[in-house]
């Protein structure tokens, strides 16, 4: 009986410096994969970044039902995470 096991998902963690900005070299820019099949970006901040309070994601993906424009962004809080909990 062969078993059908579901492939492990699949994750990019991306670092992120004391402002907020990818901490990769070449400028700064990810390019990221087409989320089709969809997968988990997760950011990686260090506690004592000035960007853990009240640091905020911008993102141009639009909203339920809106249309998609390059120049349009919503911000989304950081919200911390705590595996002392």
């Known amino acids: 009986m062969a078993s059908?096991?579901?492939s492990p998902p699949v994750v990019y963690l991306l670092n992120l410096n004391?402002?907020?900005?990818?901490?990769?070299?070449?400028?700064g820019y990810?390019?990221?994969?087409?989320?089709?099949?969809?997968?988990?970006?997760?950011?990686?901040?260090?506690?004592?970044?000035?960007i853990c309070r009240e640091g905020k994601l911008w993102i141009n993906i639009p909203k339920d039902g809106e249309a998609f424009e390059r120049e349009k962004f919503q911000s989304l809080p950081f919200v911390p995470r705590s595996f002392c909990q």
Not at 34 to 45: C, D, E, K, M, Q
Request: no cysteine; charged share 10%.
């Open 4 to 6: 059908s096991a579901a």
């Open 18 to 27: 004391d402002v907020g900005a990818p901490d990769v070299g070449g400028g």
């Open 30 to 50: 990810v390019n990221l994969p087409s989320p089709s099949p969809s997968y988990t970006l997760r950011f990686a901040i260090q506690g004592v970044s000035s």
